[in-house]
């Protein structure tokens, strides 16, 4: 079983930052791919970045184009979004998840999810 909790989202002017963070229980976060996903109003929750568990390889959706950077800190039980360049068309709620097996971008893989945090761009 694994909890998560969001944090770090907020408002922020087109062309700003924010960094997420989330923080998990239990002692095998090391196992997980964890992943962010988002999901703006009326809209589907989408993929947005993933992370094996030794923090080696990340992933990302396309449209982030190098803005966007994930990564871990295992001895913490914490990962992280960093959002740079960010643009109106980013507002959404993100979430954390952890997922235990299938596909890295599908949402149904991943059976740990957070409550989500707002990020608000504004132009």
């Known amino acids: 079983q694994v909890q998560l909790v969001e944090s770090g989202g907020g408002l922020v002017q087109a062309g700003g930052s924010l960094r997420l963070s989330c923080a998990a229980s239990?002692?095998?976060?090391?196992?997980?791919?964890m992943g962010w996903f988002r999901q703006a109003p009326g809209k589907e929750r989408e993929f947005v970045a993933a992370?094996?568990?030794?923090?080696?390889?990340?992933y990302y959706a396309d449209f982030v184009k190098g803005r966007f950077t994930i990564s871990r800190d295992n001895a913490k039980n914490l990962v992280y979004l960093q959002l740079n360049t960010l643009k109106p068309e980013d507002t959404a709620v993100y979430y954390c998840?952890?997922?235990?097996?299938?596909?890295?971008?599908?949402?149904?893989?991943?059976?740990?999810w957070g409550q989500g945090t707002q990020v608000t761009v504004s132009s």
């Open positions: 998840a952890a997922r235990t097996i299938g596909s890295l971008t599908t949402r149904s893989s991943y059976d740990y």
């Open positions: 239990g002692r095998t976060f090391s196992n997980y791919v």
């Open positions: 992370i094996r568990g030794s923090g080696g390889t990340a």
